[in-house]
């Protein structure tokens, strides 16, 4: 099933099971714990991020191909880095360029998963059993941050560089080692893949996160990017007010976003 979160006619945050016409059987009891949806539905009119995560984990150099447009070393193992909560987004949100760095922000389509209980120590085989379903992210990225920070938390973490959306999909209709993603940028495409080229499959990345870490119900984990960035290109292609980004997995839909310049500059 397809689980949305978004703001009831009271201006309150609900989940619910979204219908083909776009209304949503609102959520009855708790998202983590067995959830049941109500038969009536509700009308959809903003979208909100599908979670509120705990954490955040993101994964890089997940794509050969992206490791090799970069001219980075492949990783030994997962290479981990956070994203703060603050930087989340939601669909049809606006991407800001940041102030304190607005000149290289880059866009990185991922396949995103969300932690479903709490999860520690499992091993690869058994690891997808804790997600209660996947979604789209856009790793958002300040290249010069990164690259003179030596470090990506400032390059990765600025307010609104973590959209996802626009709905979770549920274990049971989805494969998320064997998903088509693909960027748009204006229309254009300029990252188009599919899961299976990840080096480390999910079930991977689920298992050595929980070996470093307790994951938490709802936490994120993006999984990396594919080949195509903006950084990479010749020549290279930043994030500028007025853009619009889209990214989209199959089965799970279009992640789509604004940019535009942060006020007060």
Known sequence: MKIVRFLSDDGRPRHGRLTEDGRAHP???????????????????????????????????????HVEE??????????????PTTSL??????????????????F???????????????????????????TC??????????RNDKQWSRAKGFDTFCPIGPCLVTPDEFDPDRCAIRTRLNGEIMQEANTEEMLRPCGELISFLSHQFTLLPGTLIL???????????????????????????????????????EAGG
């Not at 990185?108 to 996947?134: F, H, K, S, W």
């Not at 992210?137 to 990164?146: E, G």
């Not at 853009?243 to 799970?252: N, R």
């Open 89 to 106: 987004l939601a669909p049809a949100g606006t991407i800001l360029l940041p102030n304190a760095a607005p000149n290289e922000v880059d």
């Open 27 to 65: 959520l009855i009891g708790d998202l983590f714990d067995h959830p049941t949806f109500a038969a009536e539905t509700m009308p959809v009119t903003t979208l909100l991020p599908p979670v509120e995560p705990p954490n955040i984990f993101a994964i890089g150099r997940n794509y050969r191909k």
């Open 223 to 261: 999984t990396g990017t594919p080949a195509g960035v903006g950084m990479a290109r010749q020549p290279p292609r930043f994030l500028r007010d007025g853009d619009q980004i889209e990214i989209e997995l199959d089965g799970i839909g279009i992640l789509r976003n604004r940019v535009s310049r």
């Open 137 to 146: 992210a856009n790793d958002v990225s300040a290249r010069d941050c990164q």
């Open 108 to 134: 990185e389509a991922e396949l995103a998963i969300v932690i479903g209980r709490v999860t520690r120590q499992v091993p690869a085989n058994r690891a997808l059993d804790a997600v209660l379903g996947y």
């Open 70 to 83: 970069t001219g980075a070393r492949l990783p030994e193992q997962p290479l981990v880095f956070l994203k």
